[in-house]
């Protein structure tokens, strides 16, 4: 029998740091609810998920505060630099997780859907005007560099987190939904594998001015989700945060 990843054992790869796609609901404001040293790499033009998770008066309020963020918004979308920026920070992050000097325990991109959005602009500014619409040789280049990205964030030695939207596919027997990435076919055939677990987050109005926060990795004819853990029930995360969901998928996220 070939040994795996050279002299590591079974059960040090069985249980290496997971690789989970979170998708809609209160996404970014559940990635910050453990103790851990996380850091946030946004790309995504979309403020409120950051002021949700900044003043959501939870338990977990005092955590959060201490979260690092690293923000790639273009300032220019004509001129758009920000995707190079953000894949060179990953590479960095790549680097020191080799060396076994990373100083974070999760790294969390926020969101896939704010990568393919920022890639589209990179690579339509190289093409000579990042605002025109893209025509067929554009949208291999673009899947190239999502795929990059996807392939840089699985080689990191830690806990990883991608969140995303849902897209809708249209079928005979009505919608179905699944993770939104650069294309529908990229959507369908070439994301969910990657990873571990991939959740579906939502809200549920839960009586008089509460409401339950709850994720989910049971698939449905609609859904699509995605389990190595077993994980395939909806759980209210209130008060157990992103710590209590990754002892459910029998992760113990602790050095």
């Not at 949208?139 to 897209?167: F, N, P, Q, Y």
Request: glycine share 6%; charged share 25%.
């Amino acid at each position: 029998m070939l040994p795996i990843h050279g002299s590591r054992s079974f059960r040090a790869v069985a249980l290496s740091p997971q690789d989970v796609l979170l998708v809609p609901g209160v996404k970014l404001g559940l990635s910050l609810t453990c103790i851990m040293t996380v850091m946030i790499s946004k790309i995504d033009s979309r403020i409120p998920g950051m002021r949700t998770a900044a003043t959501l008066q939870d338990k977990f309020f005092n955590l959060r505060q201490n979260v690092e963020f690293d923000i790639y918004n273009e300032p220019n979308p004509e001129k758009p630099v920000m995707w190079i920026k953000a894949v060179a920070k990953l590479q960095q992050f790549v680097d020191q997780s080799f060396l076994r000097n990373l100083n974070y325990e999760t790294i969390v991109i926020d969101s896939l859907t704010g990568c393919a959005r920022a890639i589209q602009l990179y690579v339509m500014g190289l093409s000579g005007y990042s605002m025109r619409v893209p025509e067929i040789q554009h949208w291999g280049k673009m899947i190239v560099e999502i795929e990059r990205m996807l392939t840089l964030m699985r080689s990191l030695k830690c806990l990883k987190l991608i969140t995303a939207h849902e897209m809708v596919l249209e079928t005979k027997n009505g919608d179905n939904f699944t993770p939104m990435s650069m294309t529908k076919k990229h959507s369908v055939n070439k994301l969910m594998w990657l990873f571990d677990e991939v959740i579906y987050s939502k809200v549920k109005p839960a009586g008089l001015n509460k409401t339950d926060y709850i994720v989910s990795g049971r698939s449905t004819s609609i859904v699509r989700c995605r389990t190595r853990s077993g994980f395939d029930k909806d759980v209210v995360h209130n008060e157990i945060g992103l710590e209590g969901i990754l002892k459910l998928f029998k992760y113990n996220y602790k050095k």
